[in-house]
Each structure stands twice: as C-alpha cells, then as structure tokens.
C-alpha cells in the first residue's frame, strides 16, 4: 500500500522508439510504462515530450588522477614517442603538487552524474610508491556517493606487477578492502612476460571473485597475441562475461581478416573491449566488433589529467565521438554509437536492472531531442537527471 501512495507519474515521456509514455515508478524502479494519457495522480512530473533514456553509463575512468576542479596542469610530452612509463613518471609528479585526492574525485564525480551518468567503473591506483592509499581514499568518496552513483572499483596496476615488487600483494589487499574488480597493464611490453602477468591477475580474480580490467596500450601483432592470450585464459577460467579488455589499440591497427578472425576469438571468449576513441590512436573498430558479437563499450578514461589536457565527463558527447571517428553517419550507426554508452556499457558492466522497462530501477535522462540519432548527434546541454525516480541533477550541475 504504501508502495503505491509513493508513486511518482512520469507523463508524455518520449520513448527511444518514438511512442510518448506515462512512466510509473515506486520503490526507485520502472513499475509502469502505459501510453500517454492513462497515468494519473497528484505526484505527475510533464516531461513534455523530452526523450527519455536510461542513464549513461561511465566504463572506463579514472577518479583517483583527474586534475578536473583543480589548478590547470600542463600538458608535458613524452620526449620520444608515447611511452607508458615516462607518462607515469609525469603523473606521479603531477600527483604530488594536485589537491586532496577526495575533492578531485568529487569534482568528477559531480561532473560525470550531471551529465546523465549514474554507473561508473574507476580504476584505481596500486604500486609500491602508493601502496593502498588511492584505494582507501576512493573507497570513501564511493561510500560518500553511493546514493546517487553506482561505481565499480578496478585495483589497477599502473606501474606493472612483476616490474613493481609487491604490486602482487597489494592488489589482493585491494580486493579484500573492496574493490571488485583486478586490473593489468600490458603485460607483454611493461612486465615483459605475459603468462606471468596474466597467472597472478587471473589467479588473484579467481582467488576473489573478482571481475578481471586489462588496459592494454600495445599495438599491432603483439597486442593481438596478448588479445588472444587473455580469451584463452578467459575461457580456461570459466570467465565469460566477467573479463574486459580497455583500449585494445591493436585491434585497429591490423588488417580485416585479422580482425575478424580477433573478433570471433573475442566473441566466443565473451570478452568485451572498452574504447574511448582517442584522438591519435588507432583504436577498435566499433561496427566490425559488434557484427561479430563482440560487447564494445566506452569511458572517458582520462579527464585532465597527465595523460591528456581533454574530457568533459559526457557519455553522450563520447557517442558522438565514437560515431564521428568510426565514420557512422545513418541512423543506425548513430544508434549503434550511443548503444556503446548505455546498453552494452551496462552489459559489460554487469548491471542489474539497467533500462526503460517495467522493473527497471528508475535511473533515466530526460533531454530534448526527437529521437536517439539526434541525441548523439546534438549532444543537448539541457538534461534532467533521475536516480531512482529523484531528479539528482540539471543543465549539468548536481543538486541532490
């Protein structure tokens, strides 16, 4: 009974297949989704027409080494090329002058949820020079949040695990304090034995029952082999499903029939490849991937930060992205590219509950476009933000 004196109406919500809606919702979830003009009460909310969709979803970041809300840092390059090692060094020293770790998560936090965001996967910081702090501290800003954001925290390596005497040990005791999921670095090009590498992540995720987050920078032929060694450590372990590949930039640097010989691999081992786009990267062919039956989803990775001075936080803003650089122009397409942020994010993510649907949890964004091509297209600034039915933020900015 009480279930239903607190219901809030929704009204002439327009759905992702064009129809226009009332949207019941109760307890935080979807308990009714009916044409327009059935749904009554004093609790109603006139969306007007806006589009509505589920909320956005964040697979890929960073909260622990964004600079977002703190002094501008400039950008240094790497003195010969892109190297993984001298970036880390750059970072550490960056690290050192930023402000409190707490309010520079917040700061990305906030900007991420007022963007329609309302899941998130982090990875977080683990090596001798920081030990466990990274994740202490992210642990209480994901505490503090858990309200109005659901964050999955990866142990990530940054620093390698064979190259960093006692990584090994602190990402257990990551695992143990909370995290959910264990993250490697190319391993072939960084700790330079990739059977190693890949013994001690898996044998940690099985150890745990943990979820498994590789960022693997390496390209061409070697970061296709390393591709190939995950899915068959993938499948030996029963994994399916629970095991992601970040940027994969080797799959976007090899000829067609590689690819597709990659993407049936990937497919059958039920890995799923997170990809942001980057501007000077190769970087996984979205439409190839996805004919093949592979899960791509998409993050922000870096938002200023030492990595790169770009990011605004924008799951819509990084469809458009990725359907700009991938050449996506139909309708289709752009579906295709905003599927990345929202459905096959939340696959890969493993989230429960996720979409407009009767049971659904009633996490949406309502913004003013005819339909999703358009959205991904004009990325409106004008967006309202529910969590569990509660508007939580607008024109971009928190206010719950």
Request: proline residues 4%; aromatic residues 6%; negative net charge.
């Amino acid at each position: 009974m009480d279930c239903i004196l607190n219901q809030t109406h929704f009204l002439n919500a327009r759905l992702a297949d064009g129809t226009v809606a009332d949207l019941t919702v109760a307890g935080g979830r979807f308990r009714a989704i009916a044409p327009a003009g059935n749904a009554a009460g004093s609790s109603a909310i006139d969306l007007a027409g806006q589009l509505v969709l589920p909320a956005f979803v964040e697979g890929h970041i960073h909260l622990d080494t964004s600079f977002y809300g703190d002094a501008w840092r400039p950008h240094i390059p790497c003195t010969n090329g892109f190297d993984v090692r001298e970036r880390v060094a750059f970072q550490m020293r960056n690290l050192a002058q930023a402000a409190p770790m707490a309010e520079r998560a917040k700061s990305q936090l906030e900007l991420c949820v007022g963007h329609g965001s309302l899941a998130m996967r982090s990875h977080v910081m683990v090596d001798a020079a920081v030990g466990l702090k990274h994740v202490e501290t992210i642990l209480g800003v994901r505490e503090k949040y858990r309200d109005l954001i659901d964050i999955q925290l990866v142990a990530f390596p940054q620093s390698g695990i064979l190259s960093s005497p006692g990584t090994a040990e602190l990402l257990d005791e990551a695992l143990k304090l909370g995290c959910d999921l264990i993250g490697g670095l190319d391993p072939a090009s960084f700790d330079r034995d990739v059977k190693g590498h890949l013994e001690i992540v898996f044998g940690l995720a099985e150890k745990r029952g943990a979820g498994v987050d590789i960022h693997l920078h390496d390209g061409g032929t070697l970061g296709l082999f390393e591709i190939e060694e995950i899915a068959a450590r993938t499948t030996a372990s029963g994994m399916q499903g629970k095991v992601a590949v970040s940027h994969a930039y080797a799959l976007g640097d090899i000829s067609a029939d590689a690819l597709a010989r990659a993407g049936e691999r990937i497919a059958a081992a039920g890995l799923a490849i997170m990809t942001n786009a980057p501007g000077d990267h190769a970087f996984p062919p979205v439409a190839a991937l996805r004919k093949a039956g592979v899960t791509v989803f998409a993050g922000s990775d870096n938002i200023r930060d030492s990595w790169w001075p770009y990011g605004d936080g924008d799951m819509l803003n990084r469809a458009n992205m990725i359907g700009y650089r991938s050449g996506f122009y139909e309708d289709w397409e752009l579906e295709a590219a905003y599927d990345v942020v929202s459905q096959a994010g939340a696959k890969a993510l493993g989230l429960e509950g996720y979409g407009i649907a009767a049971g659904a949890k009633a996490d949406f964004v309502a913004l003013k476009a005819e339909h999703v091509p358009e959205a991904v297209v004009a990325v409106p600034k004008e967006r309202t933000v529910y969590r569990a039915g509660r508007e939580v933020a607008r024109g971009g900015k928190v206010v719950a």
